[in-house]
Antibody, heavy 116, light 106 residues
Framework: EAQLEESGGGLVTPGGSLRLSCEASEFTFSTYAMNWVRQAPGKGLEWVSSIDSASNSIFYGDSVKGRFTISRDNAKNLLFLQMNSLRVEDTAVYFC?????????WGQGTLVTVSS | SYELTQPPSVSVSPGQTASITCSGDNLGDKYVSWYQQKPGQSPVLVIYRDTKRPSGIPERISGSNSGNTATLTITGTQAVDEADYYCQAWASRLYVFGSGTKVTVL
């Protein structure tokens, strides 16, 4: 069964950095675009970033542009999100999602808390 | 930036029909997906490319998209359908989610 598993969340102070990982299994990771989506406590879904299968096309939401970097390692079936200059408003559960033009597979999410 | 607008909440009696709208400029020209999210769980794709259902999604869930409005319809609503629902579209090199609609089955 295809699965995604995020890791790397935790508590970080404002201005700090964190790197999230998403491990894919039981599907051909290298053929899919991938995304990060976040959800602040009690709030809706917010798309964060996407990367195509070969890392040729990368897009970011306005709220994270210039601070977050998405990347992937197809040989290791891993997706990453490097988050720098973190703000309190970045506090959220971060999901990775497989992109088939729709998000047809989601991980369970990892919680990032930005607080002093 | 492109925005998708959903009603915050919809209430429906068991067995009745729930309709959730998603509005955006010329939304009918884009493909819309819908996701169901229950408390403490990850979102689940329930409709893609406006009208298609992934395997395992019951036939009582359907979608349409025309003009400026996409609609998710749940016919014969059951208690298990109580959840938050989000529409999504791709616009101007960005993915956009709607604000979400909480469906309550009374």
């Amino acid at each position: 069964e295809a699965q995604l598993e995020e890791s790397g969340g935790g508590l970080v102070t404002p201005g700090g950095s964190l790197r999230l990982s998403c491990e894919a299994s039981e599907f051909t990771f290298s053929t899919y675009a991938m995304n990060w989506v976040r959800q602040a406590p009690g709030k809706g879904l917010e798309w964060v970033s996407s990367i195509d299968s070969a890392s040729n096309s990368i897009f970011y939401g306005d709220s994270v542009k210039g601070r977050f970097t998405i990347s992937r390692d197809n040989a290791k079936n891993l997706l990453f999100l490097q988050m720098n200059s973190l703000r309190v408003e970045d506090t959220a559960v971060y999901f990775c999602a497989r992109d088939s033009a729709e998000f047809d597979l989601w991980g369970q999410g990892t919680l990032v808390t930005v607080s002093s | 930036s492109y925005e998708l607008t959903q009603p915050p909440s919809v209430s429906v009696s068991p067995g009745q029909t729930a309709s959730i709208t998603c509005s955006g400029d010329n939304l009918g020209d884009k493909y819309v997906s819908w996701y169901q999210q229950k408390p403490g769980q990850s979102p689940v794709l329930v409709i893609y490319r406006d009208t298609k259902r992934p395997s395992g999604i019951p036939e009582r869930i359907s979608g349409s998209n025309s003009g400026n409005t996409a609609t998710l319809t749940i016919t014969g609503t059951q208690a298990v359908d109580e959840a938050d629902y989000y529409c999504q579209a791709w616009a101007s090199r960005l993915y956009v989610f709607g604000s979400g609609t909480k469906v309550t089955v009374l």
